[in-house]
Nanobody, 124 residues
């Protein structure tokens, strides 16, 4: 089992920045990549970004490319999501997830473990 704990959400004005953190514990040796997803009210959960543990290869949704940056600290088993130039439409609950898939994947069904979520609210 892998446990994921997110932190760093909050309320920010449009144009501002936030940094989310996700600390992984437990059987982290089974994890090959970590991802961030988000879900706004009455909307489907959508992919935001992912990064591989080894090599640090990353991939982003088009909607956040150039504004968000995903990074990881292998020693701390932590992944970060730096969010800049936030927009009202970025408002959502953000979830951290872990997958054993050995290739980049954006499908939430491919992720085995999930955090509890952290709310990000962007005021316009």
């Amino acid at each position: 089992q892998v446990q994921l704990v997110e932190s760093g959400g909050g309320l920010v004005q449009a144009g501002g920045s936030l940094r989310l953190s996700c600390a992984a514990s437990g059987r982290t040796s089974s994890v090959n990549a970590m991802g961030w997803f988000r879900q706004a009210p009455e909307k489907e959960r959508e992919f935001v970004a992912t990064i591989t543990w080894s090599g640090g290869r990353s991939y982003y949704a088009d909607s956040v490319k150039g504004r968000f940056t995903i990074s990881r600290d292998n020693g701390q088993n932590t992944v970060y999501l730096q969010m800049n130039s936030l927009k009202f439409e970025d408002t959502a609950v953000y979830y951290c997830a872990a997958t054993s898939y050995r290739v980049i994947t954006t499908y939430h069904s491919h992720y085995d473990y999930w955090g509890q979520g952290t709310q990000v609210t962007v005021s316009s």
